[in-house]
C-alpha cells in the first residue's frame, strides 16, 4: 500500500485524530460513559494512514482495535484525552471523532461505594474541558484544518451548524444517531459535512467509505 511506501498525498502531514467514549471513574469498579465503538474514528485513522500521513491516534478504551501503522496513545478519561491531545500537537490536522464524556465525577471513591441498606450515593459531576474548542482557539500551533464531529438527534443541522460556530472548527461531520437510524454500533454512516461554504450530505454508506472520503477531503484541502 502507499502506506507501507510512506507515499501518497497527505506523506509528510502529521494528523492528530482522536476516537473512542472516554470512561469517568465513580470508584475504581464504576464508570460513566458515552456509547461510541470508536470504529468511525478508526476507520478515520487508517485511511488517513493510507494516504501516507503519520497519524497520532488518541483513544478512550472503544470496542474495535486501533489501526496499525499510527502512533496509538490510549487514555481513559477526557482529562487524560486533553493532555495527549496538547503533547500530540503541532499538527497539520486535527480530527475529533472521541465521544468524550461531557462530565466527570467530581470526587471519585478511591475505594468500591457499598450499598447500605437502600440509601442511594450522591454523585455530583463538574463539567469537562472541552477538547475540540481549545484546539480551534489556539494561537499558537492551531492545525489548518480542525474538524469535529456532531452526532444528533432531532433537528440534527441546526445543532450542528451552531456547534460550528461555537467550537470555532473549520468542519463538522454531522450525523443523526437516533436509536432508528441504526448507526450507533452499525457499520454504516449517513453524515453532513459542514463547512464555511455550506452543507453537503453524503449518501449513507460504509463507515470505511465514509473514513476515505473524509481523508480524502482532507489531503485536498491541506494540499490547497
Ligand atoms: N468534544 C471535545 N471535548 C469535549 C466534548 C466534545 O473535544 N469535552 C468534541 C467531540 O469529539 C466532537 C465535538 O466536540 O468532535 C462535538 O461533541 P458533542 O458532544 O456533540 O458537543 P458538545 O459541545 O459536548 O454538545 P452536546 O451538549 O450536544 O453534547
Ligand atoms: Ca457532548
Aim: net charge neutral; with cysteine; proline share 6%.
Amino acid at each position: 500500500t502507499s502506506a507501507a511506501l510512506g507515499d501518497g498525498p497527505l506523506k509528510g502531514k502529521h494528523i492528530l485524530v482522536t476516537s473512542g467514549p472516554t470512561h469517568e471513574p465513580i470508584d475504581p469498579v464504576r464508570y460513566i460513559a458515552n456509547r461510541s465503538s470508536g470504529a468511525q474514528g478508526t476507520a478515520i485513522a487508517a485511511a488517513l494512514r493510507d494516504l501516507g500521513a503519520r497519524v497520532s491516534f488518541v483513544t478512550g478504551p472503544a470496542d474495535v482495535p486501533p489501526p496499525q501503522g499510527v502512533d496509538v496513545i490510549a487514555v481513559q478519561t477526557a482529562a487524560e484525552m486533553k493532555t495527549a491531545v496538547d503533547r500530540a500537537l503541532p499538527a497539520d490536522a486535527a480530527i475529533f471523532a472521541a465521544a468524550v464524556a461531557d462530565w466527570r465525577v467530581t470526587s471519585a471513591s478511591g475505594s468500591k461505594i457499598k450499598k447500605t441498606n437502600g440509601k442511594l450515593p450522591e454523585i455530583t459531576f463538574s463539567e469537562n474541558e472541552d477538547i475540540l474548542a481549545g484546539v480551534s482557539a489556539l494561537k499558537k500551533n492551531r492545525p489548518a484544518l480542525v474538524v469535529g464531529f456532531a452526532a444528533e438527534t432531532d433537528d440534527v443541522i441546526a445543532h450542528a451548524t451552531a456547534k460550528r460556530a461555537r467550537k470555532g472548527c473549520d468542519w463538522i461531520v454531522a450525523n443523526d444517531v437516533s436509536p432508528e437510524t441504526g448507526i450507533m454500533g452499525g457499520s454504516e454512516n449517513d453524515v453532513t459535512l459542514i463547512t464555511a461554504e455550506g452543507l453537503e450530505n453524503w449518501p449513507r454508506m460504509a463507515k470505511s467509505e465514509v473514513a476515505r472520503t473524509l481523508a480524502a477531503r482532507i489531503a485536498a484541502a491541506l494540499n490547497g
